[in-house]
């Protein structure tokens, strides 16, 4: 496995697919580790990602970290962290459909390469593109589904939470925080409230 995923991130810095790879400093495929069992899935590279090469390194990666360790996971070795898209969109704007479509199968690679048990969506754009619905994040977060046989959570991005700081109950914060905790409880074999796959008719 780790011989064919270092020949998926090989191909993956040479891309060039779409228009993105024209202003990238860097693509950005991954960091943590390979051999996790979960997979955090974000949106695309801003511009601290495009300028290191590596996901959420920003204050929206910053944070995350924070509320991964929180619930008691590590960064470096309970997860494995990507995006959709391998290339900064201009002014961090959200990536186009030709963009999603062009860099999709990088990441359907990148998921059978790594073969996690779990995979944990950040924001609407994530969960939309690969649950390929139209359900709004505020009612898809937080409930476990189930995509090709993995078991998927669907949360908030974190840049959505730096907008919405409140640590109160019921607020965004909060409510990531127990999606976090469902992961954790999930790595550990309790899985509860499981729906099959979400998409609209």
Same mark, same amino acid.
């Given at each position: 496995? /780790?011989?064919?995923?270092e020949?998926?991130?090989?191909?993956?810095? !040479?891309?060039?697919?779409?228009?993105?790879?024209?202003? /990238?400093?860097?693509? @950005?495929?991954?960091?943590?580790?390979p &051999?996790a069992?979960?997979?955090?899935?974000?949106?695309?590279?801003?511009?601290?990602?495009?300028?290191?090469?590596r996901?959420? @390194?920003?204050? &929206?990666?910053?944070?995350?970290?924070?509320?991964?360790?929180?619930?008691?996971?590590?960064?470096?070795?309970?997860?494995?962290?990507?995006?959709?898209?391998?290339?900064?969109?201009?002014?961090?704007?959200?990536?186009?459909?030709?963009?999603?479509? %062009?860099?999709?199968?990088?990441?359907? /690679?990148?998921?059978?390469?790594?073969?996690?048990?779990?995979?944990?969506?950040?924001? %609407?754009?994530?969960?939309?593109?690969?649950l390929?619905?139209?359900?709004?994040?505020?009612?898809?977060?937080? !409930?476990?589904?189930?995509?090709?046989?993995?078991?998927?959570?669907?949360?908030?991005?974190p840049?959505?939470?730096?907008?919405?700081? &409140? /640590?109160?109950?019921?607020?965004?914060?909060?409510l990531?925080?127990?999606?976090? %905790?469902? @992961?954790?409880?999930?790595?550990?074999?309790v899985?509860?409230?499981?729906?099959?796959d #979400? #998409?609209?008719?």
């Open positions: 496995m /780790r011989v064919s995923l020949d998926f991130e090989a191909s993956c810095l !040479q891309c060039q697919r779409c228009d993105l790879a024209k202003e /990238r400093q860097h693509v @950005v495929v991954s960091r943590g580790n &051999s069992r979960l997979m955090v899935v974000g949106e695309a590279p801003g511009a601290d990602e495009d300028a290191q090469g996901p959420f @390194v920003g204050r &929206s990666g910053r944070l995350l970290d924070a509320c991964l360790a929180d619930v008691g996971l590590d960064q470096t070795d309970d997860t494995y962290i990507c995006n959709l898209i391998k290339c900064r969109p201009p002014g961090n704007r959200r990536p186009t459909p030709a963009e999603l479509k %062009a860099c999709r199968p990088w990441l359907d /690679r990148q998921i059978l390469e790594v073969n996690p048990e779990i995979l944990l969506l950040l924001g %609407a754009t994530a969960t939309a593109t690969l390929e619905c139209r359900t709004p994040i505020s009612r898809l977060r937080g !409930q476990w589904t189930e995509w090709q046989g993995r078991y998927v959570m669907p949360s908030f991005h840049s959505y939470l730096l907008r919405n700081p &409140s /640590r109160d109950s019921g607020k965004p914060r909060s990531f925080m127990a999606d976090l %905790a469902n @992961v954790k409880h999930a790595l550990n074999g899985v509860s409230g499981l729906t099959q #979400s #998409s609209d008719p």
